[in-house]
T-cell receptor, first 113, second 115 residues
Framework: LAKTTQPISMDSYEGQEVNITCSHNNIATNDYITWYQQFPSQGPRFIIQGYKTKVTNEVASLFIPADRKSSTLSLPRVSLSDTAVYYCLVGAYSGAGSYQLTFGKGTKLSVIP | DTAVSQTPKYLVTQMGNDKSIKCEQNLGHDTMYWYKQDSKKFLKIMFSYNNKELIINETVPNRFSPKSPDKAHLNLHINSLELGDSAVYFC??????????????FGPGTRLTVL
């Protein structure tokens, strides 16, 4: 079962780039890495997913080194509306047709004006 | 048009009672999940169903039982509620069968308070 570690909190000023790193040392070959965003009193929302190297979409980039033991979510030019908790999720296949999913404990990002 | 809906949004009940939370998705997805988020905001998966078949069953007490009448619904029934069951419960769904690491769509959550 892949265990993930993230910083508890981060602060950033508006307009800056924010990088949040998740460690997953025992990631399995079949695991994908997914990041979610959660606002207060709402369910998590998908941001980005990757397997290796770099993935970019309209809201974020995901950097995964060759050994895949960590991943970094990059948010370009954050605004106040990016204040939220960001979760790293690693999917693991545990055999016999079953999967285990491990969310990180979340990183609370506070964007300061 | 709500993609993943849950009812009720709030649930306050006494210890020892039995309660159910309903979840429905109109996305045509094959896989649905239940998560528990505690007061420290830790998100833990409880169950997942793929086409009405259980494919994940984390170590949750057997007082919790998921029921899936069809692939658009995954209800959570809880027997003999305890104080420690107080949390926010999220339902989610994803498209691909047996690939739960695909994008999941979450419902708004049900805040359960056990007194």
């Amino acid at each position: 079962l892949a265990k993930t570690t993230q910083p508890i909190s981060m602060d950033s000023y508006e307009g800056q780039e924010v990088n949040i790193t998740c460690s997953h040392n025992n990631i399995a070959t079949n695991d994908y890495i997914t990041w979610y965003q959660q606002f207060p009193s709402q369910g998590p929302r998908f941001i980005i997913q990757g397997y290796k190297t770099k993935v970019t979409n309209e809201v974020a980039s995901l950097f995964i080194p060759a050994d895949r033991k960590s991943s970094t979510l990059s948010l370009p030019r954050v605004s106040l509306s990016d204040t939220a908790v960001y979760y790293c999720l690693v999917g693991a296949y545990s055999g016999a047709g079953s999967y285990q999913l491990t969310f990180g404990k979340g990183t609370k990002l506070s964007v300061i004006p | 048009d709500t993609a993943v809906s849950q009812t009720p949004k709030y649930l306050v009940t006494q210890m020892g009672n039995d309660k159910s939370i309903k979840c429905e998705q109109n996305l045509g997805h094959d896989t649905m999940y239940w998560y528990k988020q505690d007061s420290k905001k830790f998100l833990k998966i409880m169950f997942s169903y793929n086409n009405k078949e259980l494919i994940i069953n984390e170590t949750v007490p057997n007082r919790f039982s998921p029921k899936s009448p069809d692939k658009a619904h995954l209800n959570l029934h809880i027997n003999s509620l305890e104080l420690g069951d107080s949390a926010v419960y999220f339902c989610a769904s994803s498209q691909a069968a047996r690939q739960p690491y695909n994008e999941q769509f979450f419902g708004p959550g049900t805040r359960l308070t056990v007194l």
